[in-house]
């Protein structure tokens, strides 16, 4: 697995922040607090807040450049989508109270894994967020079921890896991305066989493997964060 | 599990079609086969072909309308995506030839698994198509690796529940998606739980199920199309 | 003329819906009844309905596919306007009350006349609607002026063709669609000559035709639709 | 009928231009030669010119300011398509040669009839850009069929009235727009009862009228052209 | 310096009108009233007007002709901010009282200085509407701080021209745009060396010239205008 | 002025990057070497390269969010153009070969003066990526014309203030950013009066100080760049 590092409040004014790396990798993961909530909710009426992620890789994130046009494609939606489910399932929405947490993810270097580095990172500046508004008194207890983490795992060349570097990743025959609480819970399951399929076997071998990786995710976010 | 019904060549005039329906679910899967490859396929010289799907609701597919401008949203390019991939995994492209194969799966009725019905769908009218290619000699033998069949399984208020309905969907703690191979390889395994999370223990048995209700699925494609 | 055929409720979800077909010519119609009106009539403070059509093709409804993003093109638009203008005609809006429905005209599959297909059907969505508004005693009687049909007519080689197929309209020096009332009125006529000109004598001729292609539709839809 | 003011040439570096005027309505009107034809016509391997139009009203051309964005809506290309194909029913494509002529009409001030205008206007632009194509030696002759000539015509409580202003068109039971030949044959009728309906009787009635006041039109024509 | 025409009130049914020319580059200049603030006014609570500009070429504007979906690109976006602010910066824009005025410039002819063209242009137009509130008793006087004028001057081969062409803008290697009240104080200066660089020397030449320019232009509007 | 920090090689994969800081401002400056020159100098048939910036904000530089669909507007289009504009201005194209070198200018923390450090970090990556190009013999010398620096100058209730954070910028009355080689020739000035105007003695003494201002933003890129 390669190097964590977590630089906490990277913007200062933002209600919480963080620059996550995961080798290479390095996303800046930033909440915003906002004391409304999207339509759909007032719509339902339901006393209870929301959380949503928006990702984007930058232009040049990669060894070749994306045109900006292109930044906002499906993978991008498809990621988001998947980030902002994995942080609302580690969270009280009722508790947290009618407000809407935003965690921007934005890609500054890709190197295998962003996806997996939003959520954890996304999931320091949660937490940031949320001690602010515990701070200023606008909650009482920070509304979390557990800390939250994600790894990917696949096999190359009929090896299992943990944590696939952008190199692996393009080789893999399967690619798995796992979310998971501290408990072992299981938050998101994602194995896709690109060309290729796998056993049932190799999938248990894979969650296997991941939650050791979910294990050292989370103790350098406890690390960081000290106790929630 | 919901009644399955597929009326094949739905559209006589393209290279394959067929209306699925999963109970209330009803999906048209149109099979165009082009003789080019994507640009991103020219620049990388590689003697293959390549498929690919385009899901969409229809505006009146739901009880509520959708604005046409909403069809094409991020949940929309994430299924396109899914049943893409998912397509891909049961053939050999480099066999298929330099040519593209685009499945539209148009959803007429949503109640319920219209992005497993694609895929079973998009199943038969992607060999219907290869079917038309063998005939017309642009291709030996149908490319395929197997039968690909999927299903969705969940827990609502703690019972498993296998192909959910929207009723079920809307109410699930845990909704997972299964794509599988008739050898029973996976192709995809999407576990997502929505505000919840759930154990090993309960992703193995509802893989277990899976199997069932695909081995169902992939029974009545076989029935239909005969052998390939 | 072409075989019609009229599948009433085809969305039993929808309040009015009609698979209507002409010939090979193939279109879902959907009506959708929502119980406010469109910002520039509430700005006027006029205490009555609205009525709106959207055409769309369907990517595989031609032999060739076409693109998603070039569904709603300039034809479209320019369809979707005549639809909506059409169906206003034969209804009295002060008495539909401060309601919208809108008329989803969905090509399935097209070989000419596909907008007069859309009048057609869409009339039967219509009317379906509005009996349920009546039965739900929303409104006391249907605001209908009469049944409504439409029908292509023009000139190949100097013969006149009603009903036009698409093999027929490529090749058609004029091409005219009118729509009428059970009562004979007119509603719509739209001659077109593309890179020709016709007599009024023509003209004349095409009128009388195309009563005798509306009277057989509207008797069609006198039979799927009973009494109104 | 309104007053016809014809301003040739209003932009002396196009290949044609004037400004139309008919009574308040005023419609600058612009031909481009460009030696190339669309996409669609290289496909076909054609040897033929083409003809095109873009219709656009000017933000403040209306008693009330239209936003930019909404310039370019369902009317204007409804709109763009009817001048365009009026303008190609007059000429000999096969004569133009391999060259594409865009005629753009861009509405100054908007008092009803800038539809028709617009085919007034761009038929002295048109002629004008062929008028340098001869006098530049690529084309022989004129490729003409006769001038062409555009009115509108309806009725307003009951009473005929030819060439509507914008007070009038706004009250009207029936709207009518007539293209024609200098020979009286026809190019485009489009009669449209918005809410209402029209006799057979009526419509003859409108054309009578119309082909009276088309021929005003092609005699000033006649006069700021001379022969072609 | 190239002659100045200005033709007042051009659209009679507009708040303030006015065709503005320089040498051959035409524009016209619409002022639109109305009744409310933008919403980012709104939210501050300020107990103020608000002016803005929107400019644009027109599609055969330039010897080659703009598709008009290249209309409002950066250029264009860039101009309506500076046409906007410039005329804020001449307005008391608390004794406007709560509306705005939109300032349409759009292009009929471009042979360089579009953007001075406009921002004089624009003034006239301005005036007028302030003028027909004056009148309609909504404001008492003419919050005006002055007269406002703009030019472009530059070097071309190392010899300063003022109010540049079209083709002398083409081959300048400095331009500036001055914007200057009558008072002789300065509210916009844009030097800009394509590909060049200028020295304070040049620069103060070239505010000078400008000066004598603007001088100009704004006697020009106050023949124009009257006393304001 | 405030603190400048230069980290140079951000972006270790790319061919030019630096993390940028002006105070609490922050941008991330990127360059991308292509072997290919834009359609229109294609078209041109120059022998030259091409130099262009895109400057954008992310969505949490500020102290509110900013929704990414926000985030390329007229405002940033108009910075882009600036950015690439000064960065032309130091370079001689011819000697630069047929290439494009795109600077990424995203702002990380917005606290005022975003477009000058974008200029002067924009700078930075351009040098590195030359030196690149240098070493990879792609070109034999570095063909900049001189050190480019940029700073703000406005003033703040009648005090002059070089380099303006936001808070001083939100009440400037004046506000003027000047682009300069290191040997004093100037490459863009833009002096804007928003609501205000200011007289040619004003305009001198912005221009005087902004100088001393660059000369301490260039000694300290030539302290982080070396020799060029």
Redesign the interface.
């Known amino acids: 697995m390669r190097k964590i590092t977590i630089v906490k409040n990277y ?1 200062k ?2 209600e919480g ?1 963080c620059m996550f790396s995961l080798g290479e990798t390095k996303v ?1 993961c ?1 909440a ?1 607090v ?1 004391e409304k909530v999207p339509p759909f909710m007032e719509a339902d009426k339901k006393e209870q807040g929301w959380i949503t992620a ?1 990702y ?1 890789m ?4 990669c ?1 070749t ?1 994306i045109s ?1 046009k292109k930044l ?4 991008a ?2 990621i ?2 998947l980030v902002g ?1 994995s942080l ?2 580690c969270v009280d ?1 009722e508790k947290l109270g009618k407000r809407t947490i ?1 965690i ?1 993810c ?1 890609v ?2 890709a190197d295998g894994g962003t996806r997996t580095a939003s959520i954890n990172g996304g999931f320091i500046a949660l937490v940031l967020a949320l001690k602010k508004l515990q701070k200023a008194k606008l909650i009482d207890s920070l509304p979390l ?1 557990g800390f939250l983490g994600a790894i990917s795992v696949g096999f190359v060349e009929n090896k299992m890896v943990l944590d696939l570097s952008a190199k692996e990743d393009n080789v893999a025959d399967i690619d ?1 991305n796992v979310v998971m ?1 501290d408990n ?17 076997k190799a ?1 248990d071998k894979m ?1 296997d493997s991941a939650k050791t990786g979910i294990t050292k995710i989370i103790n350098a976010q406890k690390k960081s964060l000290g106790k929630i």
């Open positions: 913007l004014h933002a922040s800046l930033v915003t906002e928006e984007s930058m232009p040049r994130s060894p450049r900006r906002q494609n499906g993978r939606q498809e988001s989508r489910r609302r399932a929405l935003t921007d934005d500054i270097r079921k798995m609480l072992g819970d299981l938050v998101e399951v994602q194995g896709t066989a690109e060309g290729h399929t796998f056993s049932r999938l969650l």
